[in-house]
Nanobody, 126 residues
Framework: QVQLVESGGGLVQAGGSVRLSCQTS????????MAWFRQAPGKEREFLAG????????EYADRVKGRVTISRDYAKYTVALQMNSLKSEDTAVYYC???????????????????WGQGTKVTVSS
């Protein structure tokens, strides 16, 4: 069973950076496309970045492109999200997600992902 555990959230000043990490339960994860989403209070879950199973395809949401970087470490079974130039509107709970099947494209719909972590909260203070 795939399990995902996010970490790295906290209180960050506007303009600062944060690096979120998603620890997966093991080798099975290495075949799965992964993505990061976030959800602010009263808003829908929002796609931020996705990476294919083998890491060859990476996509970012337009609203965060240039400020975020997704990466994965196959030896450690982790996927990370680096976020820079943080703004107050980046305040949200951040989730990593895994999709069992890799269709060769990055899926941006939250409903298409099979596994989710519990989330890590990022609060940006202005």
């Amino acid at each position: 069973q795939v399990q995902l555990v996010e970490s790295g959230g906290g209180l960050v000043q506007a303009g600062g950076s944060v690096r979120l990490s998603c620890q997966t339960s093991g080798r099975t994860f290495n075949n799965y496309p992964m993505a990061w989403f976030r959800q602010a209070p009263g808003k829908e879950r929002e796609f931020l970045a996705g990476i294919s199973g083998r890491g060859f395809i990476i996509e970012y949401a337009d609203r965060v492109k240039g400020r975020v970087t997704i990466s994965r470490d196959y030896a450690k079974y982790t996927v990370a999200l680096q976020m820079n130039s943080l703004k107050s509107e980046d305040t949200a709970v951040y989730y990593c997600a895994a999709k069992v099947r890799d269709y060769g494209v990055i899926i941006r719909s939250a409903g298409s992902y099979d596994y989710w972590g519990q989330g890590t909260k990022v609060t940006v203070s202005s």
